[in-house]
Nanobody
Framework: QVPLVESGGGLVQPGGSLRLSCTTS????????VAWFRQVAGKREGVICI???????YYIDPVKGRFTISRDNAKNTVDLQMNSLKPEDTAVYSC?????????????????????WGQGTQVTVSS
């Protein structure tokens, strides 16, 4: 397997912004469903946003209107723009890819639907 690599994490003050990026050298991400998950204290909270190959997206309610998932096919990345960050957004953020297209977005919310995961990047929101 070719690794997924996340970047862009760091320390930011409440209300600030960060842009995370997920990339890989061995997969064409435009052919995969991609999700961002986050993990706090070693426990995965679950999916926070999803981008399907048909460009449809999904966000959990706590990040709606603040986070945006987008694809840059020329760069082979899937990015997560995070605005208006809150301390409760502090977590390790990981991306995951699914080679299977599910017509129901529900299945993309299940960790078991993903074939490959990145190691994650730490985001800390603190003053």
């Amino acid at each position: 397997q070719v690794p997924l690599v996340e970047s862009g994490g760091g320390l930011v003050q409440p209300g600030g912004s960060l842009r995370l990026s997920c990339t890989t050298s061995g997969l064409a991400l435009d052919k995969y469903g991609v999700a961002w998950f986050r993990q706090v204290a070693g426990k995965r909270e679950g999916v926070i946003c999803i981008s399907r190959t048909d460009d449809s997206t999904y966000y959990i309610d706590p990040v709606k209107g603040r986070f945006t998932i987008s694809r840059d096919n020329a760069k082979n990345t899937v990015d997560l723009q995070m605005n208006s960050l809150k301390p409760e957004d502090t977590a390790v953020y990981s991306c995951a890819v699914s080679a299977t297209y599910y017509s129901l977005m529900y299945y993309y919310r299940l960790p078991g639907s993903y074939d490959q995961w990145g190691q994650g990047t730490q985001v800390t929101v603190s003053s």
